[in-house]
């Protein structure tokens, strides 16, 4: 398993226990990032993750299951203190495979998944609309655990979940939630995972790009290289889009890029659990 950034290695340390335990591979990505999610580790995941420019955090997450490419997906969702078990709960119960804000909020609540009191949100809100709160993403300051997982019997599953950019305007979605730019994961040939700014990661559907490189032959650190290169040779921001990617074939090789800054992520294997960190890319 892989996960992203230094709590990656609590993340897929949570996940191998799962596992362990006789846990399903979708429990394994599941309990990693709840970990992740109940500690807001860094501030920028979970309920206590930095607040949108409102002052209130709305939360993303999104999981997928390679075997019948399951998926399920919540966006924006206030007061739910496992936005991962929400998505799980959308992947696992319901007919569609994204909810957003309140909706997601009621499905969750529904399925029990944990939530806390939005009332203090209302009146943060209601400082917003008065004006008495700026917005600006401050493009720092923010992280997301994504974790994938290569099971025993070769199948793979991936799940991701953020607090989303600090200072995001209220309604604002990342990439995190959006299968495909956050997390994509495909059975035949490898899952891949995101963060850093979804705004340079979801204009170019960023895992699925990952994914597809895999696809054409790629070794996963070339794969998410490549990525890399490809948007910075389209955007006019060059390589200065703060984006990393995470990979994982279906061999169980791995891979991780980043566009303008080393990036630490955590890759487990039976033999153990390290954190590794890659240079950024060398501009072409
Ligand atoms: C977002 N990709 O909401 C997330 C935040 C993140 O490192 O990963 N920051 O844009």
Redesign the pocket.
Known sequence: MIA?WPFGKIANEHAFEKLRAGGSRVDAVESGIREIERRSSDG?VGIEGRPNAAGYPQL?ACIMDGPGQRAGSVAGVEGIVHPISAARAVMDHCRHVMLVGEGARWFALEHGVESIDTEPYDALKAKWVAGERSSDIDGRG???VALLVLDADGELAGGCS?S??GG?LPGRV???PILGS?LYVDNEVGAAG??????N?MRYCGSFLVVEYMRQGMHPQAACEEAVHRIARLDPKGYEL?I?FIALDKQGRWGAAASNQRFPFAVATAAGNEIVRVPRVQPR
């Open positions: 992203t920028s993303d923010h992280d997301t953020t989303g950019a995001k990342g990439d995190s956050g995101a963060t850093g700014l979804g705004e990661i703060s990393c």
